[in-house]
């Protein structure tokens, strides 16, 4: 969250000449304003911590914040003024909307003693169940995991940083050593695709390699 960091992350950003939308993962945090650095770049049309929403193409995308106030063991937490306005931006709308949320701490229990879960994401999860189709994205954990719950589909996406050992595996998360010769392929990019007349959102994951 240093002035430098955020200038080299954006210098590789632009070049892709892409729209792009934020939310902050926890490091983007940690300035001495807690967070005034990271907002005055990105969080312009934001709400509280930096959360939005926004329409394209016929899909409803919904930026969440859950890495302020985090709980025990480092859990993710997106606090009530942000549930209170999530309900507020999906009153209304029908369910026949295709909905994209995104957040950097995953929004379900993937492995809590490590802080891979969100405290008080099943109250967000309950006011998104009545649509359609729901694709939770959730980055974090370095790595792919996917699971489907009813018409929901939640999926984490590899880093382009480093990866992470699988739940459990290790004492504690933090960078896994590879071989210089496999790091690529354990790195990646995640991309959605809308088809008009499609139930789901195509997601594709792309290695770096």
Do not use: C
């Not at 240093?2 to 954006?10: R, Y």
């Not at 934020?22 to 934001?46: F, S």
């Not at 880093?159 to 290790?170: R, V, W, Y």
């Amino acid at each position: 969250s240093k002035d430098g960091e955020f200038d080299d992350a954006a210098r590789i950003i632009d070049s892709t000449g892409l729209e792009v939308f934020y939310v902050p993962g926890e490091h983007d945090l940690i300035d001495p304003g807690q967070g005034k650095a990271y907002l005055d770049r990105y969080g312009k049309g934001t709400l509280g911590a930096g959360w939005h929403a926004f329409d394209r193409d016929g899909v409803h995308f919904i930026g969440l914040v859950n890495v302020v106030d985090l709980k025990a063991g480092g859990l993710g937490n997106l606090g009530a003024e942000q549930l209170a306005w999530l309900k507020n931006d999906l009153d209304g709308r029908s369910a026949s909307t295709p909905i994209v949320v995104f957040a950097h701490i995953p929004l379900w229990s993937i492995y809590p003693q490590w802080g891979w879960g969100t405290d008080d994401a099943a109250q967000a999860l309950a006011l998104l169940r009545r649509f359609g189709s729901v694709t939770v994205l959730n980055g974090h954990i370095h790595q792919i995991i996917q699971k489907v719950e009813g018409n929901m589909v939640f999926h984490t996406a590899r880093s382009t940083a480093f990866p992470q050992p699988q739940p459990g595996t290790a004492d504690k998360p933090g960078p896994v050593i590879v071989p210089a010769d496999q790091l690529r392929s354990m790195l990646g990019l995640t991309s959605v695709d809308f088809t008009v007349g499609k139930e789901r959102l195509a997601i594709t994951d792309t290695t770096l390699a």
